[in-house]
């Protein structure tokens, strides 16, 4: 179905095939999620889809053949040794024989590295090389029900795991042991890697991706978190901020306007509206509230990678649409501390579902 | 004192800069781990020393600025806005301001993706780009006396995260719950994130790469692992092979043949031995056993990368050299399960010190 897909995305940029190299594009197109392409990038998997055939192609190290067999339904495997065999080569032969020689081939150039591209090219100097990260970007943009369900039930689990964590956290304690709270949730919940634990109190909190370490909660301090679990290759995303002990009144009125201004995003969130507009919605929102937006982006979709297109930025072209799923993270820093909320959202046909939210937050929670 | 090595190292190749983009090379030659390197590849930081003068400059995200302000000693720091600023530009102005608009530039191009190269090729179209992949990959390969420290630390943490994991467990515990006390312990020592968290039981444990699920421990059941974490930057990597109940005469031998083999790859260690004759030292091991080693590699080096060279394979070209650290990691499988070891050792003068073992695991562990 979504080989399908991309083949009349092909058939309308006039390719005779498009090879996949990137960890999300082959786990998007396959159903397989091969966890060694972002760990060990040098150990390529490649899906190679000619246009005049729906039966794509599978070059793979033999380390993760029985994988394949397992997981997916492409039968096209093409097994390379690591070390001995190049993953070029087989992809050129796979070209070759598919009567290619000649042919104009689809590359996520955002991917392929340039040692790769000159390989390919060294190969198969008559081919025509083109972009196609922006056909994938717009493939994987639109998310199915069950990617939508499922991102929901994740980040639902990161923000009770972050809610719990808060909420059981008590003076004196150190900042690693909030994050264990944290993560043993996200374990116990079948995340099968935690890719991104920032969280920081006090005065490591201001910090844009502070790490845990063994300051202590002290009355006062800030405390936050922007950290995300992988599942099947699905990222969670989620930041949410608290206050230790007791809030000043200073601490709270921050919060508040942020949070108007977080649900005030919400509010203007429905298909067609550009996402560049958001942007500036939430920019004009902070200025309503005597704040200035100092971020270049105010949020992102996610998926099988961490920032997925449309990015909620002034330089974004995209409209919103159905289907679309956008982590939205307004955040505000004063002499008082860095403020950061973050909920993901489905667009939907007349505004937006909520997909991340466990409990209230829309006052600052205070904790310990 | 790297920049200066790497000034040596680019003036033996004629070179009139180099350009590092990898999270690796950039924390190396900095200091500063930017973890959006790897999260976030399109948000690129660069790092541009010029043979001329050891005095780099940081191309960055405005977003890291102040993480690089507050890490590094390097003070030419150049931010660019997210979505609106190009990062190549800007790394072709500082190398246009350095004199060099017709320069040789060293680039790694395993990194540096097809797009990248192309942009920076239209903004300089006189350089020339010469490949610095492996000038990069040699420096890194002999640790510092304090990189050694720090993975031995943090593998040795590892792997009493592995044991503790193993001895607590019971029959009848899922998988996820003994990867619960493995993670606990690592979130505990610090781990700033949790790469890869492969475990297994059973009819699970077989897979290269498993995913702890509901599976519960069963008598008889192997039970694998093979995960890591990441501390600064640095990964840990270890796999270790149990049983849960009671051992059956077979596994015991099958285990001991390979603990035999691994400690064999061991005293074959020493400066000058090359990396392809490990493998076939172990190659051979295996036969001396009736085995047969069907690995394409048996170990590889580690550090900002999970797999550095030297790999342990026939391919390898180099010779090991005293301030290396390996990974060691034979493994075989028959029908009675999968069984993986892998210590970490760093090469000295006259052969090897373990870094990682924190118990003994000579002989195949009984758990539950």
Redesign the interface.
Same mark, same amino acid.
């Given at each position: 179905m979504r080989i399908e897909k991309l083949i009349e995305a092909a058939n309308r940029k006039k390719l005779d095939a498009i090879v996949a190299t990137s960890f999300e594009n082959v786990r998007y197109l396959s159903g397989v999620a091969i966890? /060694?392409q972002?760990? !060990?990038?040098?150990?390529l998997a490649a899906l190679i889809v000619p246009v005049s055939n729906a039966d794509p192609s599978f070059v793979v190290?033999? !380390?993760?053949e029985?994988?394949i067999q397992q997981e997916s339904k492409i039968r096209n495997i093409i097994g390379y040794?690591?070390?001995?065999d190049s993953p070029i080569a087989l992809i050129a032969g796979v070209l070759n024989d598919s009567g290619l020689p000649r042919g104009k081939i689809g590359?996520e150039?955002?991917?392929?590295?340039?040692?790769?591209?000159?390989e390919l090219s060294q190969y198969m100097p008559n081919i025509e !090389?083109i972009?196609v990260?922006d056909v994938f970007d717009q493939m994987r943009m639109i998310k199915d029900p069950e990617e939508i369900q499922f991102l929901g039930k994740i980040s639902t689990v990161t923000d009770n795991a972050i809610r719990t964590a808060y909420e059981t956290a008590k003076v004196g304690d150190t900042e690693?042991e909030v994050?264990?709270t944290l /993560?043993?949730i996200l374990?116990?919940n079948?995340a099968?890697?935690?890719?991104?634990?920032n969280l920081g109190a006090g005065k490591n909190e201001v910090? /844009?991706?502070p790490?845990?370490?063994k300051y202590k909660l002290s009355t006062g301090d800030l405390i936050g978190c922007d950290v995300g679990g992988r599942w099947q290759g699905y990222f969670s995303d989620l930041a949410r901020t608290a206050v230790v002990g007791k809030a000043t009144q200073h601490q709270r009125e921050v919060y508040k306007n942020l949070w108007e201004i977080h649900e005030d995003i919400l509010s203007a969130v429905r298909p067609g509206v550009l996402a560049s507009d958001l942007y500036w919605h939430c920019y004009k929102s902070f200025e309503d509230r005597g704040m200035k937006l100092s971020l270049?982006?105010i949020g992102h979709s996610l998926g099988l990678v961490?920032?997925e297109r449309p !990015?909620l930025?002034?330089?974004?072209t995209l409209a919103l649409q159905k289907g679309m799923v956008l982590a939205i993270e307004p955040a505000t820093r004063d002499s008082s501390g860095k403020y950061h909320t973050e909920d993901l959202i489905e667009v939907t046909e007349d505004g937006y579902r909520l997909l991340s939210r466990s409990a209230d937050w829309s006052e600052l929670l205070v904790v310990g």
């Open positions: 966890h /060694t972002h760990l !060990i990038p040098q150990r190290c033999t !380390i993760e029985s994988l040794h690591e070390f001995k590359i150039m955002n991917v392929f590295t340039a040692r790769q591209f000159n !090389i972009p990260d690693i994050l264990h /993560t043993s374990i116990e079948g099968e890697s935690l890719p991104f634990l910090h /844009t991706h790490n845990a370490g270049s982006h961490l920032h !990015i930025s002034p330089a974004e």
